[in-house]
């Protein structure tokens, strides 16, 4: 996965590189998708969700450009595996997923892992996690129509978000910077998630 999928392409944060050939992705994924684990796609985790090609994760997380001492919040924990490298890479993950069951899922995968500088809840993550903000970084898993305002509020000074933001069917990999207060957007790559459900995402 690593030589072949993020090698031969843009992926060269070495740390990084060293996480995804480490963290085990197919304890990620049900029995029966094991063998596809490490295949160059996405796969479904359960609730009509999927886990993030493995490119997807290393792209993204290479944007937040993580030195180890960060505090990271991710929307949309689904399978856990996107925590999972994020964990290894920086020093505290909080995580907030809005289906119970893939929460539970993840939180066992976590604990069999020992993977114990993650924090996981159960709320809508368009409203950010604000108790333990401001974060160093923000990476939102599901895509939405617009950036949500109060994770951009709970981002602090000089910190990155990464997030799939346009319509149902396709969207644009935005990156934004915050630097002494100011915004900055970049477009990233065009990409396909599952939707961002909440108060500042898609409603259902
Ligand atoms: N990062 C995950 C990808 C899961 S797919 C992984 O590595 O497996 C995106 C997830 O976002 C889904 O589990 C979905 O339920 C969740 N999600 C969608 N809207 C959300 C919201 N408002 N708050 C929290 N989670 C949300």
């Given amino acids: 996965m690593v030589q072949e999928q993020l090698l031969r392409r843009d992926i060269v944060d070495q740390r990084l590189l060293m996480v995804m ?7 990620f994924v049900d029995d029966a998708m ?33 030195k180890g001492d960060e505090k990271v919040l991710e929307i949309g924990t689904g399978s856990g595996y ?17 289906i119970n069951s893939l929460l539970a899922g993840a939180r ?3 604990d069999k892992l020992r993977y114990y500088n993650i924090r996981a809840k159960l709320d809508d993550g368009t409203l950010g996690w604000p108790e333990n903000g401001p974060y160093d970084a923000i990476i939102v898993t599901a895509g939405g129509p617009e950036i949500p305002r109060p994770l951009v509020e ?3 000074d000089n910190g990155r978000l990464i997030i799939p933001v346009g319509d149902q069917y396709v969207q644009e990999l935005q ?4 630097n002494e207060g100011q915004v900055k957007i970049t477009d ?7 939707d961002l459900v909440g108060e500042h995402g898609w409603n259902r």
Avoid: N, W
């Fill in 108 to 110: 066992k995968t976590f």
């Fill in 34 to 66: 094991r063998g596809r684990a490490y295949g160059d796609h996405p796969l479904p985790i359960g609730a009509g969700q999927t886990i993030s090609q493995p490119y997807v994760v290393a792209s993204m997380t290479q944007a937040l450009k993580l």
């Fill in 188 to 194: 990233l790559a065009s990409v396909r998630f599952v």
């Fill in 175 to 178: 990156l934004l910077e915050k």
């Fill in 21 to 27: 050939s480490e963290v085990p992705r197919h304890l």
């Fill in 82 to 98: 996107q925590a999972a490298v994020l964990s290894r890479l920086c020093e505290q993950v909080y995580t907030v997923e809005r």
């Fill in 154 to 156: 709970q981002l602090s």
